[in-house]
T-cell receptor
Framework: GESVGLHLPTLSVQEGDNSIINCAYS??????FIWYKQESGKGPQFIID?????DKRQGQRVTVLLNKTVKHLSLQIAATQPGDSAVYFC??????????FGTGTRLTVIP | KAGVTQTPRYLIKTRGQQVTLSCSPI?????VSWYQQTPGQGLQFLFE???????NKGNFPGRFSGRQFSNSRSEMNVSTLELGDSALYLC?????????????FGEGSRLTVL
């Protein structure tokens, strides 16, 4: 399968600060990427996605950056709140294939 | 509309037994994918069903199998359970197959094998 890895398994940030979660993907042909958030006891929830013809996409308080040259994806969360504490997964989607997920980064927001 | 529903939410089995997990996708979704999630691991793709046909399969032994019914509901079965099968099994549905859109996940079935 594909290899989608994360640079840091855990990240702690102060409430109100910005968070950046990084992800490296392996398949240069992947053309669709998604970030998911998983809270304790729940299934992953969609946060934001980006297609390979874009390098940046913004949502509400979140921004995803895609650097295809180095096969790197990042999720930026502005003004991090306690409710943002969760495990975040990036996933890559090679053409005509299924999503491959990384191992996840645990984000802890310190009040 | 209702989300993805998985049953049972929790179950405990012993080695050698078999287990069947059920997933009801979002109404109108025809694709159902199954993932295994273990501590320290990401989500490992098991298989995907679309219109009652298995479209893709991950690198799991033949003890793991699944099927999809005409109403898009899906079941997965694990036979001859091993301790290492203890995991959270997640089901996800989408409108189309082949990862052409967002996956909507259920809350999972947590299997413990003793």
């Amino acid at each position: 399968g594909e290899s989608v890895g994360l640079h840091l398994p855990t990240l702690s940030v102060q409430e109100g600060d910005n968070s950046i979660i990084n992800c490296a993907y392996s398949n240069s042909a992947s053309d669709y990427f998604i970030w998911y958030k998983q809270e304790s006891g729940k299934g992953p929830q969609f946060i934001i996605d980006i297609r390979s013809n874009m390098d940046k996409r913004q949502g509400q308080r979140v921004t995803v950056l895609l650097n295809k040259t180095v096969k790197h994806l990042s999720l930026q969360i502005a003004a991090t709140q306690p409710g943002d504490s969760a495990v975040y997964f990036c996933a890559e989607n090679p053409p005509r294939n299924n999503l491959f997920f990384g191992t996840g980064t645990r984000l802890t927001v310190i009040p | 509309k209702a989300g993805v529903t998985q049953t049972p939410r929790y179950l405990i089995k012993t080695r050698g037994q078999q287990v069947t997990l059920s997933c009801s996708p979002i109404s109108g979704h025809r694709s159902v994918s199954w993932y295994q999630q273990t501590p320290g691991q990401g989500l490992q793709f098991l298989f995907e069903y679309f219109s009652e046909t298995q479209r893709n399969k991950g690198n799991f032994p033949g003890r793991f199998s699944g099927r999809q019914f005409s109403n898009s509901r899906s079941e997965m079965n694990v036979s001859t359970l091993e301790l290492g099968d203890s995991a959270l099994y997640l089901c996800a549905s989408s409108l189309w197959t082949g990862g052409t859109g967002e996956l909507f996940f259920g809350e999972g079935s947590r299997l413990t094998v003793l």
